[in-house]
């Protein structure tokens, strides 16, 4: 299905008068079938359009391959809980979602936005509820299971302040995100399979600028960005890489890491820095191949007003200034992708170094990665505007390209040993031929 969503704000159009997106719980597929909106409809899902499911299709393995290796970026958008306390009101709900179809409405405007994962968590009561369990097992697949196999991985979250990044990629200890739960199942997973595996964990903030382990943030090595010209990837220089064996040393390292972040003031709740995590994976079979995967989680933080209450300047600013940079490089990268082909699209010039946080995310926009954008959006009427800028940031990495590959290594000796009889053969068919000659 296109992610691309519809290019003009328009009258919203009457229930029934729109044509049905059907999706198969089963398969994951939508189609569009005209008809009217399913009577299952109810205030109990407000929010949730219930979608027409077919059971004449199959899911096989090989299109679940295909779709986890598909070429392009995964998005995904989740709709968070209202806040009351933010005087959001319950009764004025602007998001709806409809398979993976997502709604964007507010009075007689709305916008269709198209998504691969779109994940409603406005209110626990709901049965198409989704929660953190339902949303890391979902994007699991895009993540742990091809890091496993060697392939780079990412899930990078984007939204306005407090619109529950850091709830979906962080969690709590009672109900754990992303993050917490990725490193459980690394280590369970590393204690059942044949080959040794050996994972390395990684937490580092972008804070006001300055890139600051937080596994050592008393270090007094600085952290620095390099580009490699031979693999092209960007290398973090004195980057602690802890080596963990049990779940129990894993989370135990990742809870003291969390805990040296730079923590929103009490009044307001928006991070005031970016966190980068990354799991370094490593697996040495029998025969001595080694794969090799890193699994990038980046919880970044969200715009800062001016306005708004224990505004720090310089934070802000430094904020801003970030995820401008991003947005400029999205933007770009979307402009060379949409182009036409008579162009030549390596001659544009994308500005990954603007920003240290653009630099670090190089590899994951433009390198060989799977990477998985994670949105967040408030369901009110009154974020409306600030959810329409997430979501067209959002489609605009939907065309980007990405050259999936297998961090492989074989045994150098034995590689050898092979191109030694290779050289030997050869060389014997070759005296036999000059012999026949003379």
């Known amino acids: 299905a296109s992610l691309s969503p519809s290019n003009r704000l328009r009258k919203s159009p009457r229930a029934h008068s729109s044509p049905q997106l059907s999706l198969s719980a089963d398969t994951g597929r939508d189609s569009l079938e005209s008809g009217v909106s399913s009577p299952q409809n109810s205030r ?33 958008v989740r709709i968070r809980p209202f806040i009351k306390s933010h005087g959001e009101n319950p009764k004025e709900c602007a ?54 196999s060697g392939c780079n991985s990412a899930c990078i979250g984007f939204g306005e302040s407090a619109s529950g990044k850091t709830y979906s990629l962080i969690g709590t200890k009672a109900d754990p995100g992303i993050m917490r739960r990725i490193v459980s199942d690394a280590i369970k997973r590393s204690n059942h399979v044949e080959n040794k595996i050996f994972v390395h964990l990684a937490i580092m903030e972008l804070h006001n600028n300055n890139l600051v382990d937080l596994i050592s943030p008393s270090s007094s090595r600085p952290l ?45 709740l928006s991070n005031k820095a970016h966190t980068i995590f990354k799991l370094y994976i490593t697996s040495v079979s029998k025969d001595r191949t080694k794969k090799a995967a890193c699994i990038t989680i980046a919880d970044l933080a969200g715009s800062e007003s001016w306005n708004q209450k224990n505004f720090d300047p310089q934070e802000g600013t430094e904020i801003n200034k970030s995820l401008c940079a991003l947005a400029t490089v999205i933007s770009m990268i979307h402009n060379r992708e949409t ?97 026949l000659i003379l």
Do not use: M
């Open 339 to 435: 182009s036409s082909p008579s162009k030549n699209k390596k001659k544009t010039f994308v500005p990954f170094r603007e920003s240290k946080l653009t630099f670090l995310l190089q590899d994951n926009f433009q390198g060989a990665s799977k990477t998985v954008i994670l949105g967040t959006i408030s369901p009110a009427t009154s974020h409306f505007f600030e959810s329409l800028c997430t979501l067209k940031f959002i489609a605009k990495t939907n065309c980007i390209q990405q050259k999936l590959t297998v961090n492989e290594e074989k045994d150098q000796t034995r590689l050898i040993q092979a191109l030694r009889h290779e050289v030997k053969f050869l060389r014997e068919q070759l005296n036999q031929k000059n012999e």
């Open 44 to 76: 109990e899902n407000a929010g949730f359009l219930t979608p027409h499911t077919p059971n004449n299709e199959e899911f096989t393995e090989e299109d679940e391959f295909l779709s986890l290796t598909a070429s392009k970026i995964v998005t995904a």
């Open 95 to 148: 998001a709806k979602i409809r398979g993976k179809t997502l709604y964007l409405t507010k009075k007689d405007l709305e916008r269709l936005f198209f998504l691969d994962h779109a994940f409603w968590s406005c209110n626990k009561r709901d049965r198409h509820f989704a929660g953190n369990a339902e949303v890391y097992g979902t994007l699991k697949p895009y993540l742990l299971d091809l890091a496993f």
């Open 224 to 268: 620095k960005l390099k580009y490699d010209r031979t693999t092209k990837n960007v290398n973090i220089e004195n980057l602690c890489r802890v080596p963990v064996s049990t779940e129990k040393e894993a989370l135990s390292v990742l809870e003291r890491a969390l805990e040296s972040r730079t923590h929103p003031t009490k009044s307001t």
